[in-house]
């Protein structure tokens, strides 16, 4: 998860955020949910062969974006590295998804770092 703090500038109310990187790992049986109270948080759930995982959706206000977003794997960077992102308004996130993976699975340029070079794999 990341730490976040709120802080006071000239031009209002800032939100700043951290991110660090942990795993979560749950068991058979249990049930794991991220609160509302941190939407947004970079996430990257993962399912197993022969298991079943149910996501619930929340319905998302009109205008709030949803982003897909690819780190660098290179041990070059001190710091979580964005290799690349994109942003979209969730309307069906089963048949949104795909065309976005698609993208960045079939175009090397962008996944390739813009700091270090390093391409990554599509899968």
Partial sequence: M??????????GKCFCCQVQFTTTKSSLNVHFSIPLSVANT??????????IGI?????????????????CRSTVHDTPTIIYEEAFHV???????KPVIMKWQQNESLRMCRHCGTIAEPN
């Fill in 2 to 11: 990341a730490n976040s703090k709120t802080s006071e500038s000239k031009k």
């Fill in 42 to 51: 970079p996430h990257n759930p993962v399912r197993f062969a022969d298991t």
């Fill in 55 to 71: 996501v619930m959706e929340r319905e998302r206000p009109e205008g709030s974006l949803d982003r897909l977003r690819w780190y």
């Fill in 91 to 97: 309307t069906d996130l089963g048949t949104q998804l």
